[in-house]
């Protein structure tokens, strides 16, 4: 693209301030990101399980975490607050039955260069002895995975991109979108107007209302998403790995030294963009927890809450063109958002910035749907 090129992202969860960031590395771009709340503050960044993992179930999936979870890992290591990555490993555990279509999948992580293998049981719980296995099932170990706090790698990148020009105007809903012939895109705010050659939607759940008032389809839905932590008994920290349970159909990790932070399948709320959580339901999710995490049996409940996920119909990101000029999409991370964030934002911004086609977000083209080019995976988690 040419000089000057106003660029308007809506939406500062973690996918609209990395692309922020990654778009102010080009000296032609101006930015302006527009959010309705404050940084992370609503949404699904606020309640993201921070989860940063390589291995995936489709060789796309794969193609893309093998570049991008590098760069958050990265990332998010450099940060200095307490919300920095944490390395503990990553453990993928199911049962026999599947054994033979994840050392497949184990097998082209490894290719892409992932550091990742099949673990018996006594090698687990030598290096995490506080989770629990039973002999019929499988687990595929991870060696350079861990986890962050989404929020706060948020706020700081946010930090980050306006130290390189980026301006923010936090509380601000934009409410309509107007596409001319050849001109502007119109973004209209209450009180004001905003022009831009270029209008990243990365608003989430949001962005299928906002696409619509320029006659741009995103196919998602909304997806309520729990997390609970609680407060581990007995002395020490917990030493389990961040965890995809597909077997009991939910995921764990360390939170700090002395707690747990799980899942919890969630289907209260509406789409404000939180909502409480069930106690009931809290307390079964742990009470289950417990049959792999022991620490976790009767222990305090002394956080959660409930987001809402941007779900697509093969659960799989919108990354490109939206069809409407001057209109891009960067939503529907369908739960993953967090761990490709720097990926997407540095693909996005590579896009924009130069023209031309970046193969990262190849797979994820809006329009695949349309031209029957869905994702698909030989392996779906039971529930995550």
Not at 37 to 53: D, P
């Amino acid at each position: 693209m040419t000089a000057d090129v106003r660029v308007l992202v809506v939406g500062a969860g973690v996918i609209g301030v990395s692309v922020a960031y990654h778009l102010a590395a080009h000296p032609s771009v101006q930015v302006t990101v527009c959010e309705q709340n404050q940084v992370a503050e609503v949404g699904a960044t606020a309640k993201s399980g921070g989860l940063i993992r390589g291995l995936h179930m489709s060789d796309v999936d794969l193609e893309l975490a093998a570049r991008a979870v590098p760069l958050m890992r990265d990332l998010t290591a450099r940060h200095a607050g307490p919300g920095r990555f944490r390395r503990t490993g990553f453990a993928f555990i199911t049962d026999e039955a599947n054994r033979g279509v994840l050392e497949a999948h184990v097998a082209r992580a490894r290719q892409a260069g992932i550091r990742i293998a099949l673990h018996d049981r006594e090698s687990v719980r030598s290096a995490h002895p506080d989770l629990r296995l039973a002999a019929t099932e499988v687990v595929a170990v991870e060696q350079d995975a861990g986890y962050a706090a989404p929020a706060e790698i948020s706020a700081a990148l946010a930090r980050l991109a306006a130290d390189r020009g980026v301006r923010f105007r936090l509380r601000s809903r934009v409410q309509h979108l107007s596409v001319g012939e050849g001109g502007p895109v119109v973004a209209e705010l209450p009180g004001a107007d905003v022009e831009a050659d270029v209008v990243v939607l990365a608003n989430g759940i949001w962005s299928h209302h906002l696409g619509a008032t320029a006659g741009v389809s995103v196919p998602i839905r909304s997806r309520p998403i729990g997390t609970a932590s609680v407060a581990a008994t007995g002395a020490g920290p917990v030493r389990i790995p961040l965890v995809i349970d597909d077997v009991l159909g939910t995921y764990y990790r360390p939170d700090g030294d002395a707690g747990v932070l799980f899942g919890v399948d969630q289907e209260l709320g509406d789409e404000r963009g939180s909502a409480e959580l069930d106690r009931r339901t809290v307390l079964a999710a742990r009470d289950a927890l417990s049959e792999r995490v022991p620490r976790t049996a009767g222990a305090a409940v002394v956080g959660g809450g409930v987001g809402f996920e941007a779900y697509t119909p093969d659960r799989r990101p919108l990354v490109g063109w939206s069809g409407k000029p001057g209109i891009y999409l960067a939503t529907g991370m369908s739960g993953g958002g967090f761990k490709l964030a720097a990926g997407v934002g540095h693909a996005v911004a590579s896009e924009i910035a130069t023209g031309a086609p970046n193969p990262m977000s190849a797979a994820y083209r809006p329009d695949r749907f349309a031209t029957s080019e869905s994702i698909s995976s030989d392996y779906t988690y039971s529930t995550v």
